[in-house]
């Protein structure tokens, strides 16, 4: 049996939804959610690639592009949640990130942190799509990224980001 498309071999107590007081009205994670905006950089030490996830028609905000993530099990912090989700979703290895900083969406009910990572010097990730939450998980040119239905909640905060990795 699956939930969410979710098998339910893989799904722990922090799945379910969140009422919130935010005009969207619900957010997935009891225990809050997180997600690895991984990046690599070019020659010129600049961010060039951003991993992202095409998310599958049936999930929430389907056919959306946004990073790997998804809610933070009992006992995780919002780093270990990140990592697990970005290694069950997209096959990225957590030994393969170096984390740079983080940034929190808190609506006082529910809080969704986003960690900032980088691929360490001298690693190779291809990604591709682990699970079934996924259409797609692709290394995307951060000159495309705009190009792309984003997820909306990552669409609000995206320049923000690539401004903190940036700096």
């Known amino acids: ?44 030490g600049a961010v060039s690639h951003v991993v992202l996830q095409h998310r599958a028609l049936w999930s929430d905000e389907g056919g959306t592009w946004g990073i790997p993530g998804g809610a933070i099990a009992p006992g995780e912090t919002p780093l270990d949640g990140a990592l697990r ?19 929190v969406l808190d609506h006082g009910t529910w809080r969704y942190t986003t960690i900032l990572a980088e691929l360490l010097p001298g690693t190779r990730v291809e990604v591709r799509p682990t699970d079934p939450e996924s259409l797609e998980i692709v290394w995307v040119p951060v000159d495309e990224i705009d190009d792309r239905p984003l997820l909306p909640a990552f669409k609000a905060v995206w320049r923000d980001l690539l401004d903190r990795l940036d700096a």
């Open 85 to 103: 989700e970005a290694y069950e979703e997209a096959g990225i290895p957590p030994g393969a990130v170096r984390v740079v900083g983080e940034h």
């Open 1 to 44: 049996m699956t939930t969410r498309g979710v098998p339910a071999s893989a799904r722990h107590a922090g799945d379910g939804w969140v009422d919130c007081a935010c005009e969207r009205g619900r957010h997935w994670g009891r225990l809050g959610a997180a997600g690895l905006l991984l990046t690599r950089r070019g020659d010129d």
